[in-house]
């Protein structure tokens, strides 16, 4: 099969079968074990790139942005936003703040 840039580079998405998704982090672990996921049960190319690259105009078809190691990440969500439309964007994180957790949040009774 040949695969057919979009947006007249090879950093984009090739073709509709093996999307790129672009992924900002600054922990190499987790970048591998994303590959590990993606790029074979998914069928997708992992790109790790920075904000500044995912600002450069390569179009991809998800954007996965670590919130753990990702410094200004609601200035990031925007900014990427405004310069890559079509993409989907996905915040990653290890914990749920408990202000924001039902199940954690409401109150344990005990019966007497």
Known sequence: MQESPIGGDDHGVTDA?????????????RLEGLKAICEDALETEIVPISVEAGLSGRE????????E???QLFEVIA?????????KLIVLG???PRSTSSASSAPV????
């Not at 093996?18 to 900002?24: A, E, L, S």
């Not at 009774?109 to 007497?112: I, K, P, S």
């Open 69 to 71: 190691t990702t410094p």
């Open 60 to 67: 991809l078809a998800l954007v996965l942005i670590d919130g």
């Open 79 to 87: 900014t990427l936003r405004q310069a890559q439309p079509a993409a």
């Open 17 to 29: 079968a093996h999307p790129r998704v672009g992924v900002i982090t600054g922990d190499p672990l």
């Open 109 to 112: 009774q005990r019966a007497t």
């Open 94 to 96: 290890n914990s749920t």
